[in-house]
T-cell receptor
Framework: EAQVTQNPRYLITVTGKKLTVTCSQN?????MSWYRQDPGLGLRQIYY???????DKGDVPEGYKVSRKEKRNFPLILESPSPNQTSLYFC?????????????FGPGTRLLVL | AQSVAQPEDQVNVAEGNPLTVKCTYS??????LFWYVQYPNRGLQFLLK??????LVKGSYGFEAEFNKSQTSFHLKKPSALVSDSALYFC????????????FGSGTRLQVQP
């Protein structure tokens, strides 16, 4: 089954404790992206990657890192989480960066930073 | 900068009645428009998209959307609402220039009453 998977689905942590949220897709997609969803704000892009070893900042990159060492994986790293990073996070992928390509989303990771 | 407005936080409709969820956008260049639906504790599911051509786009689950270039709108419609359509709906736009980020509206909660 074609899908985007994320782990963990739920995470509670404390301020300053490094964490990684994994994202993997099995569709051989080139383009991958991370979004955060906050009430009343919709989804905002954090980082994106157009292919292996090619990543760039989205609209809200502060406090986040990403890497793209393999085509299928795109982990999101919070080096020193803070309470304002409490949010619902989604990973997405599409075949390419062409504007008409549909992005497919993972199930989401709900993060609480105390 | 591109943007999407969903003017209604919530839309209430009776089962069997037609529904409309409104969306207007602002983007430089040609717009590529998408509708996604989010059910509780689930990721975003793709409903439909407008790329070019016919202004009336048909999508999943009986939904359709009408692209209106002069009004910069892309309203989502369904002729007869079902209780199971109750969910959070997001409109999104992607430009064919720049980093081609997907910009989302703030979402509209659709409540279909039996």
């Amino acid at each position: 089954e074609a899908q985007v998977t994320q782990n963990p689905r739920y995470l509670i942590t404390v301020t300053g404790k490094k964490l990684t949220v994994t994202c993997s897709q099995n569709m051989n997609h080139e383009y991958m992206s991370w979004y955060r969803q906050d009430p009343g704000l919709g989804l905002r892009q954090i980082y994106y990657s157009m292919n292996v070893e090619v990543t760039d900042k989205g609209d809200v990159p502060e406090g986040y890192k990403v890497s793209r060492k393999e085509k299928r994986n795109f982990p999101l790293i919070l080096e020193s989480p803070s309470p304002n990073q409490t949010s619902l996070y989604f990973c997405a992928s599409s075949l390419s960066n062409r504007a008409q390509e549909t992005q497919y989303f993972g199930p989401g990771t709900r993060l609480l930073v105390l | 900068a591109q943007s999407v407005a969903q003017p209604e936080d919530q839309v209430n409709v009776a089962e069997g009645n037609p529904l409309t969820v409104k969306c207007t956008y602002s983007v430089s260049g040609n717009p590529y428009l998408f509708w996604y639906v989010q059910y509780p504790n689930r990721g975003l599911q793709f409903l439909l998209k407008y790329i070019t051509g016919d202004n009336l786009v048909k999508g999943s689950y009986g939904f359709e959307a009408e692209f209106n270039k002069s009004q910069t709108s892309f309203h989502l419609k369904k002729p007869s609402a079902l209780v199971s359509d109750s969910a959070l709906y997001f409109c999104a736009v992607r430009a064919d220039t720049g980093r081609r980020a997907l910009t989302f509206g703030s979402g509209t909660r659709l409540q279909v009453q039996p």
